[in-house]
């Protein structure tokens, strides 16, 4: 008998940039499975009726990426706890009733490329600096507090957004102004960067490392380029570091498993085809 047709796909606006379809069809074609993974580039304005038409049509769910992971909260059944307290989406999943389940898997994907990195990592180890207030550093914010983190630092150049975050996620988390950068990495276990600073096009992150320790972890969770200045200064002191394809791959393993059945690896030969779509 023909196996059941399963598909899945991402909606953003614009879209034509991502690599999720790259990654989950590589899956899909590694594990033998009869489905897709599209593209759906979805103007804000139709969010509502595309996820409606998740149901309609049978998918058997949906990535939700920029500029729609907010928004798109509001338009399915039911969130699960971890991603109210993010406060976006970027997975849902089409229950066989009929429900839209909402997720996000980011944090999950970041704490994977630590361990990935650094298998002995813990969160627990000491202070982490994080650098940014933006969509991405609220899923890294309340999946390293989950994984035990018991001191985060926020810095961002925006200070009122940092204060918010900090109130927001309590005692352990402290916001710090931008200008305290170089002063506040001094005795930390894992500076973060969240910021666009260092992406391509954009300015790279001014910091002085000199105050960093040699076991500091060093993570920026750009992937374009893959080795952003920062990443680089780092590694030249000896420092370990953690781009953030890691990030982009690990996100995906459990939206995969939930649509497609078979929870997947992230092989070499994954990391070697998305880098090659760069
Ligand atoms: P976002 O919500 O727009 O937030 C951008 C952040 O960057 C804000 O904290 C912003 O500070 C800061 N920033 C921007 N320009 C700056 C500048 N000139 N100087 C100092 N700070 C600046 O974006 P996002 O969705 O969080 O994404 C942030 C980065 O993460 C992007 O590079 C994105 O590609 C990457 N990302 C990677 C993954 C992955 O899977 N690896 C997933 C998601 C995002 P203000 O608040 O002051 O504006």
Same mark, same amino acid.
């Given at each position: 008998?023909?196996?059941?047709?399963?598909?899945?796909?991402?909606?953003?606006?614009?879209?034509?940039?991502?690599?999720?379809?790259?990654?989950?069809?590589?899956?899909?074609?590694?594990?033998?499975?009869?489905?897709?993974?599209?593209?759906?580039?979805?103007?804000?304005? $139709?969010?509502? #009726?595309?996820?409606?038409?998740?149901?309609?049509?049978?998918?058997?769910?949906?990535?939700?990426?920029?500029?729609?992971?907010?928004?798109?909260?509001?338009?399915?059944?039911?969130?699960?706890?971890?991603?109210?307290?993010?406060? #976006?989406?970027?997975?849902?999943?089409?229950?066989?009733?009929? +429900?839209?389940?909402?997720?996000?898997?980011?944090?999950?994907?970041?704490?994977?490329?630590?361990?990935?990195?650094?298998? /002995?990592?813990?969160?627990?180890?000491?202070?982490?600096?994080?650098?940014?207030?933006?969509? #991405?550093?609220?899923?890294?914010?309340?999946?390293?507090?989950?994984?035990?983190?018991?001191?985060?630092?926020?810095?961002?150049? !925006?200070?009122?957004?940092?204060?918010?975050?900090?109130?927001?996620?309590?005692?352990?988390? /402290? #916001?710090?102004?931008?200008?305290?950068?170089?002063?506040?990495?001094?005795?930390?276990?894992?500076?973060?960067?969240?910021?666009?600073?260092? +992406?391509?096009?954009?300015?790279?992150?001014?910091?002085? &490392?000199?105050? &960093?320790?040699?076991?500091?972890?060093?993570?920026?969770?750009?992937?374009?380029?893959?080795?952003?200045?920062?990443?680089?200064?780092?590694?030249?002191?000896?420092?370990? !570091?953690?781009?953030?394809?890691? +990030?982009?791959? $690990?996100?995906?393993?459990?939206?995969?498993?939930?649509?497609?059945?078979?929870?997947?690896?992230?092989?070499?030969?994954?990391?070697?085809?998305?880098?090659?779509?760069?």
């Amino acid at each position: 008998m023909q196996k059941k047709f399963i598909m899945a796909g991402v909606m953003g606006w614009p879209i034509e940039h991502s690599r999720s379809p790259t990654i989950h069809n590589y899956w899909i074609k590694e594990h033998n499975i009869n489905g897709a993974y599209g593209h759906f580039p979805v103007q804000p304005n $139709h969010l509502e #009726a595309a996820i409606d038409g998740l149901r309609a049509l049978g998918l058997a769910g949906c990535n939700i990426t920029i500029p729609h992971k907010v928004a798109a909260m509001k338009h399915v059944d039911w969130v699960d706890p971890k991603a109210q307290r993010i406060g #976006a989406i970027n997975t849902i999943v089409c229950k066989p009733d009929g +429900m839209l389940c909402g997720f996000n898997h980011d944090g999950f994907g970041y704490i994977q490329s630590l361990y990935e990195a650094q298998p /002995t990592w813990h969160a627990s180890a000491g202070p982490v600096v994080m650098l940014g207030a933006g969509g #991405a550093s609220r899923s890294i914010l309340v999946s390293l507090l989950d994984s035990g983190a018991s001191e985060i630092r926020l810095l961002n150049r !925006t200070q009122s957004k940092a204060d918010e975050l900090a109130a927001e996620f309590g005692p352990l988390v /402290t #916001a710090y102004p931008w200008s305290e950068l170089n002063d506040t990495i001094e005795d930390c276990k894992l500076l973060v960067n969240t910021t666009s600073l260092g +992406m391509q096009g954009q300015a790279p992150l001014e910091i002085d &490392l000199s105050n &960093l320790k040699s076991d500091a972890l060093v993570s920026d969770i750009i992937y374009a380029p893959l080795e952003t200045p920062l990443l680089a200064a780092a590694k030249a002191r000896g420092n370990t !570091t953690v781009n953030g394809l890691g +990030m982009l791959l $690990h996100q995906a393993r459990p939206a995969f498993e939930a649509w497609f059945g078979v929870l997947p690896d992230v092989s070499q030969k994954l990391r070697n085809v998305v880098i090659a779509s760069f």
